[in-house]
């Protein structure tokens, strides 16, 4: 049977005081989809990543443009899409940094997408430079995660608490 899916979404200017909103967009329906608190944190943490690459990577030498938020959920998993219209990345040149590296080198950069691959059950990039390059990431409204995997997701959520 298809389930009935619910659409939201926001579209900011790429700046970084929006981050906060787009948080709190976030944040509102992953808490009524149900997730406890720690898993709103994640997806909330996962959204401010890939939002944080728009404004730093997506439009550097052209004028800002948007970011769009979408979100779709339904009973079964809630889906956030962060999309921009800027120059967009190579995808084949996604290096695959471990935890240990992640730890050690997170403060000079270079660990956003490992993060929201860690956070999130699954990631799909798309690039279409000036069109639609996007992240979709994808949280599993009832899934037990691995232990190993609840690990590093609680590394993460620790060691970011002090980033500034
Ligand atoms: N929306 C985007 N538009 C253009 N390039 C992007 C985008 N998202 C990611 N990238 C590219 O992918 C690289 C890796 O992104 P990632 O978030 O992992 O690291 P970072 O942003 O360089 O550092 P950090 O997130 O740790 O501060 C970026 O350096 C950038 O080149
Ligand atoms: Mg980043």
Redesign the pocket.
């Known amino acids: 049977m298809k389930q009935l899916s619910e659409k939201y979404k926001i579209t900011t200017p790429s700046k970084s005081a929006n981050l906060e909103i787009i948080r709190d967009f976030v944040g509102k329906l992953a808490r009524r989809a149900g997730f406890s608190e720690d898993h709103v944190n994640k997806i909330q943490l996962a959204t401010d990543?890939a939002c944080?690459?728009?404004v730093?990577?997506?439009y550097k030498n052209v004028p800002a443009g948007p970011i769009e938020v979408d979100v779709t959920l339904n009973r079964e998993k809630f889906v956030v899409t962060v999309s921009?219209k800027?120059?967009?990345?190579d995808l084949n040149n996604?290096v695959q940094p471990n935890m240990v590296e992640y730890l050690n080198q997170?403060k000079k950069?270079?660990?956003?997408?490992?993060l929201i691959q860690t956070l999130m059950d699954e990631v799909v990039f798309k690039v279409n430079p000036f069109h639609k390059?996007s992240v979709k990431m994808v949280k599993y409204i009832h899934r037990s995660e691995s232990a190993d995997k609840l690990r590093q997701q609680e590394m993460i959520m620790e060691r970011t608490k002090n980033r500034g």
């Open positions: 990543e944080t690459n728009v730093k990577h997506a921009d800027g120059i967009g990345f996604l997170y950069g270079g660990l956003g997408i490992h390059n």
